[in-house]
């Protein structure tokens, strides 16, 4: 199974900026569905974004799409979001989630069925 650490969480105001880090170990060279979900208490966990390892393709939620970016580095084996004109609404514990892709090259568009999940990173926006 996937391991997943993320880091880069913290306190911005609305309109900074942030980048999320996600070290992942164990997918090897298999395709797999990277995905950054968030959480606020009290709320379900939503989806933000995923991107697919083997083709890199990417998917945003309407919300997001714009202002936040999804990569991923293979040398490195972490992914990243990098979140631009950040805005209170942003704010949630953020997590990094993995699941084997189904194809090499399709964009990982369902946020169901992750199986592998980081302890969570806390991003803050004040506004």
């Known amino acids: 199974q996937v391991q997943l650490t993320e880091t880069g969480g913290g306190s911005v105001q609305a309109g900074g900026s942030l980048k999320l880090s996600c070290a992942a170990s164990?997918?090897?060279?298999?395709?797999?569905?990277m995905a950054w979900f968030r959480q606020v208490p009290g709320k379900e966990r939503e989806g933000v974004a995923t991107?697919?390892?083997?083709?890199?393709?990417?998917y945003y939620i309407r919300s997001v799409e714009g202002r936040f970016t999804i990569s991923e580095d293979k040398a490195e084996s972490s992914v990243y979001l990098q979140m631009n004109s950040l805005k209170p609404e942003d704010s949630a514990m953020y997590y990094c989630?993995?699941?084997?892709?189904?194809?090499?090259?399709?964009?990982?568009?369902?946020?169901?069925?992750?199986?592998?999940w980081g302890q969570g990173t806390q991003v803050t926006v004040s506004s």
């Open positions: 991107i697919n390892t083997g083709g890199r393709s990417t």
């Open positions: 989630a993995a699941k084997p892709a189904l194809t090499y090259w399709a964009a990982c568009r369902y946020f169901a069925e992750y199986q592998s």
């Open positions: 164990g997918y090897g060279d298999k395709p797999y569905c």
